[in-house]
Each structure stands twice: as structure tokens, then as C-alpha cells.
């Protein structure tokens, strides 16, 4: 009888432990959306990388004109201009369909790249940390090696290689960025399996996969969400860099670098080209940094208000 | 005739923050005689150390604002006077000392750099003649070696001897007024007690004030001729620390002197606490902020705050019960005179 | 110390042979042959395995990397297709144009994003602080190509004051007239990170005891703030100024192809247009060396600035005696 009571008496515990745990998740959710909401910068940003999503996905209704069309009888014209909001390019094309449609390319290219550079950067560091060793040395030492490259050169380089095209744009930048995944996983993967419950999990025998998935992964979250926000502007930038050396998305497929790189070319005649298309990325990538900055603030402990 | 060389009246230091104002010094009236000790106790919140702080200029600002009350130091309001005069007298005039000897002394700079940097600071005399004084001082607080030690950087000494330096740099200038905050409660037992000692003797020596600031009543009784006991930013009772300890008057005093363990009680028996928790400093001030844990709170307590009485020469209690014409005995029982 | 510095020194071995793996793989990987690309379509086949012969290309890839580190260590990169000169003669040309233009920027961007960020730090929440704290964060927002096309809308082609192109070889005047437009454009953006990192280092350490301490002494809050706080906050500064340092480079390549400046980053991308295989890899095999040594100095020099991880070295080296 006592016994069996005791027993109960465990399973409630357990139950409402588990209880408490999920309250405790949900608390932390709320409490994270709520200090986000609270920063007017991350709000900022919030409604900026919103505009930007937006006209991505609604292009087709958002432009006042065929962004491809050629019409040279209407070419560099001013903004303003014949019922161009932002003028034309050097073709006749209008220059505000354009960078309406360029959107498009930077958040496929911004979330792209930056989920599968994190994704293996991720699975690297995870493997270098968990695993220790030998397998870490050599992970590391090849970290090492691309960390040796200036960023833009690495993916330049690659995209040489690979050839033009927003897949292979992805494909570089994402590659590009593996390092600084792997290099943050494996430092906190080391910090987590530090910690003595992780240690009294191990000597309990707990697999590999269960430690992982539930704690390790948990831990390495936060600065990942922090820096992938981050990451997504960086591959903002550098597809528009990419694409502004020739080596990117190629005409007539609008992205912002490459009208850039036209309004480089039409500088003085045309300025506006440059300038507008130059804005969309400037305000784009600014959403997100100042967004990052907001769920940074709001993830970090020790900022309590 | 004693001469007052600090004295500090109806003190209010309040910061200002998004949450409401937070009143951590609040009506605080004392005196320190040249020579003497005073020592301020209180648990942690009860606005001693910004007490320290405002006295040194050193209440960051903003959130903090001194929102009224003197601070009269040989004769000047130290809280008007121009800025640059304040810089003359702070580190000269008036030393401090601060807690945490880990803490205190800047890790990238030696510590005969330090203390020579405070001599500088005041003094127009040559690096030489400075680091000499520097080093006299190392050899005052007791650091053996000094002429090597003055080129260590803080990370090389041990805890004591850091506090010891710390002392050294607070001394360097020979000042009149020595403001220690807790200064011994981050060293061992053993360290503390020589701390203390070192105090003392420097007092003799230099005939320095000092105003000695813990929650330790032990380091009262060891240091201090003056005691002030304070609570949520207010002055309850404010005494000579031997009329303290035979005939404590506040009721706050009586919890405060019974939480100390005695070495001749018996080791069963449970320390006695004082019930509850110190008041929210954001909405004190209404009644006696005692008066939420008072076992004797009566209505009155809670309307308007006491007066700081002088129920006998020299012995001040901020309690309705405690007056000239009343007492309040432990017990409860109210005396009318 | 000099133990430290030599055996980071040897950990350099191994990332740099890692770095000439990776070049010589991407390189290597080049759809089509190389050979034939370099020479164009109107190439004819015994020039073209004339070429690959030249180049070793026959060879497996291990033989190829094996000779290129020889080559490597006699400090020899290869010849040049296009210019039809050593690789590292070129390089040697065009590496002092980058580093002085880097150089200058960085001089720049600290000159504006250190003090700024002191100030900002010391006036927390502030108008200044916010208004600096914006405007950082637009300048870390800016892609560098932009930048530097706005500079030369507004101070070339509208105002007329300063020169867009090249780098100005009529004296000290001129070549400053050259330098600052694309010595201006690298430096905002480094700037601002300055500014951001500077304040929020600042603001850890003012908090700290020993700031209480120097005030307690007396001092001038010029001498707290610049001195007692500042120098502790200097070493998690310096290893940013490494990490920009080493985005001013990358920075650089942009930078150079809008301001036709003859740097490194000019070289590397007309040499990818021109297909000029060995220099590509030359260049950014030196890029990514510089890049390398650049970190190692700012590793030494944060050990030097710290007093607690020099005595640590100097401890193990007395030790060793």
C-alpha cells in the first residue's frame, strides 16, 4: 500500500515536472517575443525584412511594369519620368519592376546560403566537438584553412569555378560561410559536454543521439539564431557583390547587384540606377542587422531589461 | 573639546530609474570627529555603501541624483563646490577603500604605478620622489619586499596582500578622512583580523578619520568609537558603540544584535532572524520602514515617519516608542515618564 | 614570449599547406580544361597540349600540388599566361598598392570608430550614443561597392574635388587626392564596427571596481576614462581590428575594381576574367597568407597587452631554462 502510493506519488512528480518544464519553455518563448517586441530597433527591422518578403513574393502585383521589357526609346530616364517611379535602366526597363523583382534573389539567396552553410557547419562542428580527437584536428585544421581566405575571395573563387546562376551563388556563399558555423557549434558543444550533467549523462550511458538532440542541440540554438540573422545580410551582400563583379545572378534576371553593376557603368548619365538599387540593399541588409541585434538582446541573460 | 571634521545632514541620494525612484539614502544625519571611527552597519540595500559613495562624488549619474542635504567637510559643503575643487579633495583628503581587493586594483597597471598615479594626482613632485613614497607606503601596510613588489602586477599578490596595496594607494596622501567599505568581508577570517589591526594602527599614526562601513556588528565592536545602524536608506539609531551594545534602543537593533551568534549560547538552539524582508526602496518613506517587520508596530508606525530622537546624551533613535518620555522594553511593554 | 610566438609560428604549417589544398582543389575542379580555356576557342590542339604540358596539367593532381609547393618554398608561384612574367613579380608590384590602401583605411576608420565608441560608452543612452549607434549600424549595413560608387557621384562627377580613378603618381598631394575616396568607403564601414565594439567593451569594464578605485584617487575622468578603462578594453579591440583588418582586404578586392586601383584585389579579378589561372591562384594564395600572418600578429600582440597571459609565457620559458 505504501509503496504503490510512493509510486503514484513519483509519477505525479514526474508528470508535473514535465508540466513544469513545458510551462517554463512556453514562458521563456513568450518572454523572448515579448523583449523582442519591445526593442523599437528590432521592431524596425522586423517591418523591413516584412516589405521585403512581401514584395518578393507578391513581385507580379507589386511592379508597375514588365521588369524584362525592353523599350531603348525610353532609356535612363529620369525618376519620375513617363510613369517610371525610379526611372529606367539603360535599356528602357523600368528600374523600380526591377528591384522589385531583384528582392526576390536576395532573400532566396540571403535564407539559401545562410541555411546551408549552418546546416553543415552545424553537422561539422557538432562532429569536431562531440567526437574530440583526431576527427576534431582535422575538421579544425581545414576550418582553419578556408578561415585563411577573406570571405568574398573564397566565394569568388568558387564562383569561378562553379559558373554563374543562383544556384551556384547559394552553393558558394553557403560554403563560404561553413567555418564560422562550425567554429561556434564546437565551441559551445564543448561547453555543454563540460558541464556535469552532460558528464553524469555519458557515465549513464545515454546514446550519442539523445545527449545531442537534447542537450547539446538546445544549447548551441541561441548563438546560432543570433548569427544566422546576422548571416542572412552578410549573404545579402554578398550575392550583390558577387553579381556586381559578373560573376553572380547574370542580366536579364534582375537582382540588385547586378543592376548596381549597370549603374556603375551609367554612373554619370543615369545615377539614379546606381543609387536606388544600391538603397534596396543598404535599407534590406540594415533590416536585418538591426533585427539580429534585436533577438540578440533579447536572447542574452544578461540583459534583464 | 572634540572637532568635527565631517558632517553630514538629512543626506537623500535617489536614483532615478524606469521603474520608479528608488530612494537608497533617505534623511541621513551623522558626524565624524577628527581621529575617530565611525563605523555604519546595515544589511545589504540599507544604503550604506551609497552612503560611501555620495560622500566620495562617485554616485554614477545619471540614474543617481543627491536630492538634498549637506555634506559639510572641514568647514565646506562638499556637495556645492565646483568640480574641479572636489577632484582635489577626493583621493587626498577623503581616501576609500573598497571591498573587493580582486576587484580594486586595475589588472594592467603595477601596483607601485598605481599608488604612484594617486600621489602624482596630488602632489607636485618628481616620479622619483613619489615612487619612494610609494614604496614607504608598501613597507607601512606591511607588504615584506616592497622595493620588488612595487613593479608586481595584482594578479601576482594574494588577497590580503592586494587589500593591503589597496590601503597603501588609499594612505599615500596622508588623508583626513579614510571611508572603508567593507573592507574586510571578501578576506579570510584570519586576514580580516590583521586588516583590522593594520587599520588601527595606521589611525594612530596618521590620526586619520575613518568611516568603516559592514553588516558585521563583530567589526564594529573591533574598530569603531561611533556606531550608525541603518536601515532601507534611513539612520534608526546612532550611538557610541559601547552604549550600542549595553542598551541598543530600535527594535532593528535588537534583531540585528541578536542574529550574532554568541560564542557562549548554546549550539542547538537556533539563531534568531528578523522576520520578513527589507522594503521595496521604490515606496519607502511613507511610515518607519521598519515598521512591516516590527513585532511592535503600532498604527502610528505606518502614517509617518519617527524623528530621530536623543533619548539620552549622544544616543539617537529613530522610534515612536523610544523618546525622552517613553521607552519600549524588549518585551513590548511601553514606559511612560 | 618567444616561445609563444614560435610555436604559433609552427601552427601555421599546417593551415597554410590546408590553404594550398583547398586553392589547388577548387582550381583543379575547373569544368572543361583549363588549358583550353586559357587560350580561347581559336586555339588550335597542339597548342593547346603544348599549354598543358607547360602547366603539368598532365600530371596527377598530387604531383601538380606536390611541384607547386616546391616551387613554393623557393618562393616561386608560377609564370603568369596573360602577362607573361613571374607571378610573384607581379604580386610584389601590386600588394604594396592594397596594403597601403588598407593601411590608410584602417587609420581612418580607428580615427572616427574608437573615439566615437569611447564617447558613446561614457554617455550611455545619450542623443550622442543613440545617434552614433545608428549611424554605426547603417555603416556596417553598407555594401562597400555602393559606398564607394556614392562617394564618386557626389565627389567626382558632381562636385569635381577628388580624383575616382587610379592611385595618383604626381607626388604626395596627388596620391592623397587618389587615396581618399576609396580609403574613405572601406574606413565607414570599419568604422562603425569600431564604434559598436568599442562601446560595448567600454561599457563592460567601466563597470568594473577598479574604475571606482581611480576615481576615489582623484584622477581627471579624461585619464579614468582613456587610461584606466580604455587600456583594459584594448585587447578584445585589437583582435577586432585583426578580424577588420582582414575584412579591409576583402574589402579591398571590391573597393580597387571601382576606383581602377592596381591592388591585389584589381589583379585577382581581372585575372579571373582574363582566365589567368596561375595568377588567380598565386594571388589568393598570398592574400590568404597575409591574412594568415595579420591574425598571428594580433594573437601576439593581445599576449603582450595582457599582463596575466604574458606572465604565464614568460613563466613556462623561464621554466624551460
Given at each position: ?305 | ?213 559592514t553588516h558585521d556588528l563583530g567589526v564594529i565592536w573591533e574598530v569603531s568609537d561611533y556606531v550608525m545602524v541603518m536601515y532601507a536608506g534611513r539612520t534608526v539609531e546612532y550611538t557610541e558603540t559601547k552604549t550600542l551594545y549595553k542598551n541598543a534602543k530600535h527594535p532593528y537593533t535588537w534583531g540585528l544584535l541578536d542574529s550574532i551568534p554568541k560564542l557562549e549560547s548554546d549550539s542547538d538552539k537556533m539563531l534568531n532572524t528578523i ?63 | ?321
Amino acid at each position: 500500500m505504501r509503496m504503490e502510493d510512493m509510486k503514484r506519488h513519483d509519477e505525479i512528480d514526474e508528470e508535473t515536472l514535465l508540466n513544469l518544464e513545458i510551462m517554463k519553455k512556453e514562458e521563456k518563448a513568450n518572454s523572448f517575443i515579448k523583449k523582442l517586441l519591445r526593442n523599437k530597433t528590432a521592431v524596425v527591422g522586423m517591418i523591413i525584412i516584412t516589405i521585403t518578403i512581401i514584395s518578393a513574393i507578391f513581385s507580379p502585383f507589386l511592379s508597375t511594369h514588365d521588369p524584362n521589357k525592353v523599350n531603348t526609346e525610353e532609356a535612363c530616364l529620369k525618376p519620375g519620368e513617363n510613369g517610371h517611379i525610379f526611372g529606367t535602366d539603360e535599356y528602357g526597363r523600368d528600374l523600380y519592376s526591377r528591384i522589385v523583382y531583384g528582392s526576390r534573389i536576395s532573400i532566396i539567396v540571403g535564407v539559401c546560403a545562410t541555411t546551408l552553410g549552418a546546416i553543415l557547419g552545424i553537422i561539422l562542428g557538432i562532429i569536431s566537438g562531440y567526437k574530440g580527437g583526431i576527427t576534431d584536428t582535422i575538421i579544425m585544421r581545414f576550418v582553419d584553412g578556408m578561415f585563411a581566405f577573406p570571405f568574398i575571395l573564397l566565394a569568388i573563387v568558387m564562383m569561378t569555378v562553379f559558373g554563374s546562376g543562383l544556384q551556384n551563388v547559394v552553393l558558394a556563399i553557403g560554403i563560404a560561410n561553413i567555418p564560422s558555423y562550425a567554429r561556434i557549434v564546437r565551441g559551445q558543444v564543448l561547453i555543454v559536454k563540460k558541464q556535469e550533467y552532460c558528464q553524469a549523462l555519458i557515465a549513464l550511458g545515454a546514446s550519442n543521439k539523445k545527449i545531442i538532440i537534447d542537450h547539446i542541440f538546445p544549447n548551441i540554438l541561441s548563438p546560432i539564431i543570433v548569427y544566422g540573422t546576422l548571416n542572412i545580410a552578410g549573404a545579402i551582400i554578398s550575392e550583390a557583390a558577387l553579381s556586381f563583379l559578373g560573376l553572380g545572378i547574370q542580366p536579364p534576371t534582375p537582382s540588385w547587384g547586378n543592376i548596381l553593376k549597370s549603374g556603375k557603368d551609367y554612373l554619370i548619365t543615369a545615377p539614379h540606377i546606381a543609387t536606388f538599387s544600391g538603397l534596396a540593399i543598404l535599407v534590406t541588409v540594415l533590416g536585418f542587422n538591426l533585427f539580429g541585434d534585436g533577438v540578440r538582446d533579447a536572447l542574452d541573460p544578461k540583459l534583464k531589461q | 573639546m572634540e572637532e568635527k571634521l565631517l558632517e553630514v545632514k538629512d543626506l537623500k541620494t535617489y536614483f532615478h530609474t524606469s521603474s520608479g525612484v528608488v530612494k537608497a539614502v533617505d534623511g541621513v544625519s551623522f558626524s565624524i570627529d577628527r581621529g575617530k571611527t565611525l563605523g555604519i552597519v546595515g544589511e545589504s540595500g540599507s544604503g550604506k555603501s551609497v552612503t560611501a559613495s555620495t560622500i566620495m562624488g562617485l554616485i554614477p549619474s545619471p540614474p543617481g541624483k543627491v536630492e538634498g542635504g549637506e555634506i559639510i567637510f572641514e568647514g565646506n559643503d562638499i556637495l556645492k563646490i565646483h568640480k574641479e575643487e572636489l577632484l582635489n579633495i577626493r583621493g587626498k583628503d577623503i581616501a576609500m577603500i573598497f571591498q573587493d581587493p580582486m576587484t580594486a586594483l586595475n589588472p594592467v597597471f603595477t601596483v607601485g604605478y598605481q599608488i604612484t598615479e594617486a600621489i602624482l594626482a596630488h602632489r607636485d613632485i618628481s616620479k622619483k620622489d613619489a615612487k619612494k613614497i610609494a614604496i614607504n607606503a608598501l613597507e607601512m601596510v606591511g607588504i615584506p619586499d616592497a622595493k620588488s613588489r612595487y613593479k608586481c602586477y595584482p594578479h601576482e599578490f594574494s588577497g590580503g596582500m592586494r587589500q593591503r596595496a589597496v590601503i597603501a594607494m588609499a594612505i599615500v596622501c596622508d588623508p583626513k578622512l579614510l571611508i572603508a567599505d567593507e573592507p574586510t568581508t571578501a578576506l579570510d577570517v584570519t586576514i580580516q583580523a590583521q586588516i583590522l589591526d593594520l587599520m588601527k594602527e595606521l589611525q594612530k599614526k596618521l590620526n586619520t578619520s575613518i568611516l568603516i562601513i559592514t553588516h558585521d556588528l563583530g567589526v564594529i565592536w573591533e574598530v569603531s568609537d561611533y556606531v550608525m545602524v541603518m536601515y532601507a536608506g534611513r539612520t534608526v539609531e546612532y550611538t557610541e558603540t559601547k552604549t550600542l551594545y549595553k542598551n541598543a534602543k530600535h527594535p532593528y537593533t535588537w534583531g540585528l544584535l541578536d542574529s550574532i551568534p554568541k560564542l557562549e549560547s548554546d549550539s542547538d538552539k537556533m539563531l534568531n532572524t528578523i522576520e520578513g524582508n527589507p522594503p521595496d526602496l521604490r515606496s519607502t518613506g511613507k511610515g518607519c520602514n521598519f515598521a512591516g517587520r516590527c513585532p511592535y508596530a503600532k498604527d502610528i508606525c505606518k502614517k509617518s515617519p519617527p524623528k530621530l530622537v536623543e533619548v539620552e546624551p549622544k544616543h539617537f533613535v529613530a522610534c515612536y516608542f523610544q523618546t525622552e518620555d517613553t521607552s519600549l522594553g524588549k518585551g513590548g511593554q511601553i514606559k511612560n515618564e | 614570449m618567444l616561445k609563444y610566438t614560435l610555436k604559433r609560428l609552427l601552427q601555421l604549417i599546417p593551415t597554410l599547406l590546408i590553404v594550398v589544398l583547398i586553392i589547388f582543389v577548387i582550381t583543379r575542379v575547373v569544368p572543361g580544361n583549363p588549358a583550353a580555356v586559357m587560350l580561347g576557342p581559336q586555339a588550335s590542339v597542339q597548342d593547346v597540349e603544348k599549354l598543358e604540358e607547360e602547366l603539368g596539367l598532365n600530371n596527377s593532381i598530387w604531383t601538380q600540388m606536390l611541384d607547386y609547393l616546391k616551387g613554393l618554398l623557393k618562393g616561386d608561384l608560377g609564370k603568369s599566361y596573360y602577362y607573361n612574367e613571374p607571378v610573384i613579380d607581379i604580386i610584389s608590384e601590386r600588394f604594396p598598392n592594397t596594403l597601403l590602401l588598407s593601411v590608410f583605411s584602417m587609420f581612418l576608420s580607428l580615427l572616427i570608430g574608437i573615439p566615437a565608441g569611447v564617447i558613446s560608452a561614457t554617455k550611455q543612452y545619450s542623443k550622442f550614443d543613440y545617434i552614433t549607434m545608428v549611424l554605426a549600424l547603417i555603416g556596417i549595413s553598407m555594401p562597400v561597392f555602393w559606398l564607394g560608387l556614392m562617394l564618386v557621384l557626389i565627389f567626382s562627377v558632381k562636385l569635381g574635388w577628388l580624383p575616382s580613378v587610379g592611385i595618383g603618381e604626381a607626388g604626395f598631394i596627388d596620391g592623397l587626392k587618389h587615396i581618399i575616396l576609396p580609403g574613405l568607403s572601406l574606413a565607414i564601414i570599419s568604422a562603425g564596427v569600431f564604434a559598436r565594439f568599442t562601446r560595448s567593451s567600454m561599457l563592460d569594464i567601466i563597470k568594473e571596481d577598479y574604475i571606482k578605485t581611480a576615481r576615489a584617487k582623484g584622477l581627471r575622468e579624461k585619464i579614468v576614462i582613456w587610461k584606466h578603462a580604455f587600456k583594459n578594453a584594448l585587447p578584445p579591440i585589437i583582435t577586432i581590428i585583426g578580424i577588420q583588418f582582414s575584412s579591409l582586404l576583402s574589402g579591398a578586392i571590391l573597393t580597387e575594381t571601382i576606383f581602377s586601383w592596381p591592388g591585389m584585389g584589381k589583379l585577382i579579378v581581372d585575372s579571373i576574367e582574363k582566365r589567368d589561372y596561375s595568377l588567380v591562384q598565386g594571388g589568393v594564395l598570398f592574400v590568404a597568407f597575409v591574412y594568415v600572418v595579420i591574425n598571428l600578429i594580433v594573437d601576439i600582440s593581445y599576449a603582450l597587452l595582457n599582463p596575466k597571459v604574458r606572465a604565464e609565457f614568460e613563466g613556462t620559458k623561464e621554466g624551460g631554462k
